[in-house]
């Protein structure tokens, strides 16, 4: 619809004839009009920064719930150095997300592969860009760190998490979250241009870009590094449009409760315990699962995703503990196999109503299999696991050997028994007896009483 003028021509035609000066009250007329018109559009560029910004700090709270499930799966005496990393996770991603990280990811103009302008924030604000919006992309920037951080947690040095922070968010993350998420990206959704399979890949908020770059670089991460000493991995252990923002939540929540409580059951079958960590752990590989598709698929397919999601993470960690693969928070396991499947999830489920809903630019997309949108996006969908996969193993994985041989990666023996809040930062979180750990699951506390004072 074309936007309403206002001419003051026009408007002198309307007064009486008898009318004094009616080009000069018209002129007044359509002022006004235009002063009011042009405090909509602040308001509207208010209320959008607003939200966005509130966004910022909903997914940026995801580190503050990560470094709490950090904290109660490792063991007590490394508890500062796992709330450290969180910390420095968030400060070194800052930094170079700022350098270099958001040039690469949404710089524009730029190619299919990697953006190349806005270093440094350069030029910014922009009309494509304001500084809301790079808050809200580092914010998803610093998750991806943080998954990868839980697995290789209780053994690495503190330069080495430092420098694979820094290389993650400054380049391996951006280029992932450009090839799926700028409007340049060569298979993004939103290049309306030249659409992946005529469809691009639908990931609205990251189970592939953000769960399985953070996931996959764990993997890497954890299997150059080895097993901590003394704890080899066991399971079953003791410890658009505003409609669309609506259904969204809906989905992310019916897909983490399905997850959680089909967890809980789950591993009560097989380990013959109601298992707290369990359950967080369901509930995020549903949240990982359910990013991609949120926005495009119904309610009562959230809750498929969930349940499937759930037994995707029990899976992973049956195979993770045949091949003793040691994860301290799961993360590998949860971020990059829930995350893969919901990527696929997203071609098979979602609506061809809220596809057109979600992503307007080019009507008649191709929308998920089993709602009768054909192969195209699933193709497209299998595409981005592919290269996600590729292109973080091609990255992350000499990254992880070049410092395992340099003797960056890994702490010493005596180090890593004594633990690194005792041996790095100058005490434990916890007073607690470590009772011998050779035959028990992880750290057993002891009550210390206070002693009398004469």
């Given at each position: 619809?074309?936007?309403?003028?206002?001419?003051?021509d026009?408007?002198?035609?309307?007064?009486?004839?008898?009318?004094?000066d009616?080009?000069?009250?018209?002129?007044?007329?359509?002022?006004?009009?235009?002063?009011?018109?042009?405090?909509?559009?602040?308001?509207?560029?208010?209320?959008?920064?607003?939200?966005?910004?509130?966004?910022?700090?909903?997914v940026?709270?995801?580190q503050?719930?990560?470094?709490?499930l950090?904290?109660?799966?490792?063991?007590a005496?490394?508890?500062?150095?796992?709330?450290?990393?969180?910390?420095?996770?968030?400060a070194?991603?800052?930094?170079?997300?700022?350098?270099?990280?958001?040039?690469?990811?949404?710089?524009?103009?730029?190619?299919?592969?990697?953006?190349?302008?806005?270093?440094?924030?350069?030029?910014?604000?922009s009309?494509?860009?304001?500084?809301?919006?790079?808050?809200?992309?580092?914010?998803?920037?610093?998750?991806?760190?943080?998954?990868t951080?839980g697995?290789?947690?209780?053994?690495?040095?503190?330069?080495?998490?430092?420098?694979?922070?820094?290389?993650?968010?400054?380049?391996?993350?951006?280029?992932?979250?450009?090839?799926?998420?700028?409007?340049?990206?060569?298979?993004?959704?939103?290049?309306?241009?030249?659409?992946?399979?005529?469809s691009?890949?639908?990931?609205?908020?990251?189970?592939g870009?953000?769960?399985?770059?953070?996931g996959?670089?764990?993997?890497?991460?954890?299997?150059?590094?080895?097993?901590?000493?003394?704890?080899?991995?066991?399971?079953?252990?003791?410890?658009?449009?505003?409609?669309?923002?609506?259904?969204?939540?809906?989905?992310?929540?019916?897909?983490?409760?399905?997850?959680?409580?089909?967890?809980?059951?789950?591993?009560?079958?097989?380990?013959g315990?109601?298992?707290?960590?369990?359950?967080?752990?369901?509930?995020l590989?549903?949240?990982?699962?359910?990013?991609?598709?949120?926005?495009?698929?119904?309610?009562?397919?959230?809750?498929?995703?969930?349940?499937?999601?759930?037994?995707?993470?029990?899976?992973?960690?049956?195979?993770?503990?045949?091949?003793?693969?040691?994860?301290?928070?799961?993360?590998?396991?949860?971020?990059?196999?829930?995350?893969?499947?919901?990527?696929?999830?997203?071609?098979?489920?979602?609506?061809?109503?809220?596809?057109?809903?979600?992503?307007?630019?080019?009507?008649?997309?191709?929308?998920?299999?089993?709602?009768?949108?054909?192969?195209?996006?699933?193709?497209?969908?299998?595409?981005?696991?592919?290269?996600?996969?590729?292109?973080?193993?091609?990255?992350m994985?000499?990254?992880?050997?070049?410092?395992?041989?340099?003797?960056?990666l890994r702490?010493?023996?005596?180090?890593?028994?004594?633990?690194?809040?005792?041996?790095r930062?100058?005490?434990f979180?916890?007073?607690?007896?470590?009772?011998?750990?050779?035959?028990?699951h992880?750290?057993?506390?002891?009550?210390?009483?206070?002693?009398?004072?004469?």
């Amino acid at each position: 619809m074309a936007s309403p003028t206002c001419s003051a021509d026009q408007l002198a035609q309307l007064f009486r004839a008898n009318t004094t000066d009616a080009s000069e009250a018209a002129s007044f007329i359509c002022d006004q009009f235009a002063a009011i018109s042009a405090r909509f559009t602040d308001t509207a560029y208010a209320v959008d920064s607003t939200y966005l910004l509130f966004s910022a700090y909903l997914v940026f709270s995801m580190q503050l719930g990560f470094a709490m499930l950090c904290a109660g799966s490792v063991r007590a005496k490394n508890t500062m150095n796992i709330m450290l990393t969180n910390v420095l996770d968030a400060a070194t991603g800052g930094l170079f997300y700022y350098l270099f990280g958001f040039a690469f990811a949404f710089g524009s103009p730029s190619n299919g592969f990697i953006g190349r302008h806005n270093f440094a924030l350069h030029k910014m604000p922009s009309a494509l860009f304001d500084y809301s919006y790079f808050l809200y992309q580092w914010a998803f920037a610093i998750a991806a760190a943080g998954i990868t951080s839980g697995s290789i947690a209780e053994r690495t040095q503190f330069v080495a998490y430092l420098i694979y922070s820094s290389f993650l968010t400054g380049f391996v993350y951006p280029v992932v979250s450009h090839w799926f998420w700028s409007p340049d990206g060569w298979a993004s959704a939103s290049n309306t241009g030249n659409l992946l399979f005529g469809s691009g890949v639908i990931d609205f908020a990251g189970s592939g870009v953000v769960h399985m770059v953070g996931g996959i670089a764990g993997l890497y991460g954890a299997l150059i590094e080895g097993p901590r000493i003394g704890s080899p991995y066991t399971s079953g252990n003791y410890y658009g449009q505003w409609s669309a923002v609506g259904r969204t939540a809906v989905t992310t929540t019916l897909a983490g409760c399905t997850a959680a409580l089909t967890t809980l059951f789950g591993k009560r079958i097989l380990s013959g315990h109601w298992n707290v960590t369990d359950v967080c752990n369901g509930l995020l590989g549903g949240f990982a699962a359910i990013t991609a598709g949120c926005s495009v698929v119904e309610p009562w397919a959230a809750v498929i995703c969930g349940f499937v999601a759930a037994l995707v993470l029990i899976g992973c960690n049956i195979v993770a503990e045949k091949v003793k693969f040691d994860d301290p928070l799961e993360a590998a396991q949860l971020h990059g196999g829930c995350g893969a499947w919901g990527v696929v999830f997203t071609a098979l489920f979602a609506t061809e109503k809220y596809v057109n809903e979600v992503y307007s630019g080019k009507p008649g997309r191709p929308y998920g299999l089993f709602m009768g949108g054909g192969w195209r996006l699933l193709a497209a969908h299998l595409i981005q696991i592919l290269v996600i996969l590729g292109w973080v193993s091609a990255t992350m994985g000499p990254l992880f050997f070049v410092l395992h041989k340099l003797n960056l990666l890994r702490i010493s023996a005596e180090d890593e028994m004594s633990g690194m809040d005792l041996t790095r930062h100058g005490g434990f979180a916890y007073v607690y007896h470590d009772d011998d750990e050779s035959n028990k699951h992880g750290i057993q506390m002891q009550k210390i009483e206070p002693t009398s004072q004469t």
